[in-house]
């Protein structure tokens, strides 16, 4: 990077914190869609969401102290099936229900999208749809009382079963992946004490993210110049 931008010496520290502190959602927005002209993705979609530790205490630490985490930040986020790049990212605060990001992530999502497959979580109060608009959503419904009763929670999970019988619905271990592969690469804890910081360091992981996943596909030097000009342009 230093040859590239041909700096005479690396920036401190400090430079880069200075930096990221002036660093306005708005602008990790942009960093985000600029990121996203690298792919091209397939019409089937799948969301889900991951947990976010915000402390440094390890798996093994939190089961003997028994510690229970009663607050945690929350990366809600749709994926697509094809290229495992994230579309559209939420940031929200768990625990909770994911039923009510799920039209605002359609809403800022650039693609257009035919079919959506997600787990229990968002099985939520207006989002599954009886009448065939795009994009479909296949949610398994969540039994209240032990059944499910009335005609559109019946057709419902009978969608759900026959997306399962003919393997659609196993796309969406996709999004499973992903958070594997966040949490293994890039980490699982937020170690920032203010809100705002938090809610920043979040939004980035979705461009760290996709920035993996084009160097994963092979990209990696066009990937790399393009970071760094978008470095110099948002940041310094």
Known sequence: MQKILGWEKVPDHSTLHRAFQKLQEEQIQ????QVLKFFKPSGILSCDSTGLREDSASFYFSIRSKKIRRRWIKLVYLVDTKTQACLRKAVARGPGSDAMYLEILE???????????????????GNFRLKFTLPFRIIPPISRGGRIKGFERIVQRLIYV???????YGKRWISETVNYVIKRKIGESLRERREETKRKMALLIGIVYNIHVVIRNGDAERILFFEIRLFIIFII
């Open 30 to 33: 942009k960093l985000f869609f």
């Open 162 to 168: 026959l997306s399962v019988w003919l393997g659609i």
């Open 107 to 125: 809403k800022q999502n650039p693609f257009k999208a035919c079919l959506e497959i997600m787990d229990r979580g968002f099985d939520g109060k």
